[in-house]
């Protein structure tokens, strides 16, 4: 049993499966998926310390929060806004990186998959 079927658990494949399982097991694909997480897992770790910044700041330091900056807008009320503009800005980022990094690779790995010759 090679370390790949050991590791999947299952001691055969259909050749519908081997050939998914091999397209996985690339280089190529595992770079890909480097790079995904190499992007996604900071930039959410970031996004949910602000967001929970946030929340501890509510429930924590109401008299921060509610500290007016100008008329009736107050720091929390500013800083719930400021997480719906964090929340489309990382999307707009993601985009962008997905534009130029991930889907040049992941085309490449779907053509080459489709082809055979991956």
């Known amino acids: 049993m090679?370390?790949?079927q050991s590791e999947r658990?299952?001691?055969s494949y259909t050749p519908e499966e081997a050939k998914y399982l091999a397209a996985q097991?690339?280089?190529?694909f595992q770079e890909l998926r480097r790079?995904?997480?190499g992007w996604?897992?900071?930039v959410v770790a970031a996004a949910l310390a602000w967001y929970f910044l946030y929340v501890l700041l509510a429930a924590y330091a109401p008299d921060f929060m509610?500290?007016?900056l100008f008329g009736n807008v107050?720091?929390?009320l500013i800083m719930g806004l400021l997480q719906f503009l964090t929340t489309f800005g990382i999307t707009a980022l993601y985009i962008r990186f997905a534009d130029r990094v991930l889907d040049p690779v992941s085309t490449r790995i779907r053509?080459?998959?489709e082809a055979g010759t991956l």
Do not use: H, I, K
Not at 25 to 28: G, K, L, Q, T, V
């Open 66 to 68: 509610a500290r007016p």
């Open 35 to 37: 790079r995904y997480r």
């Open 25 to 28: 097991d690339s280089p190529e």
């Open 9 to 11: 658990g299952r001691a």
């Open 74 to 76: 107050n720091v929390g």
């Open 2 to 4: 090679s370390s790949t």
């Open 40 to 42: 996604v897992l900071p």
């Open 111 to 113: 053509d080459e998959f």
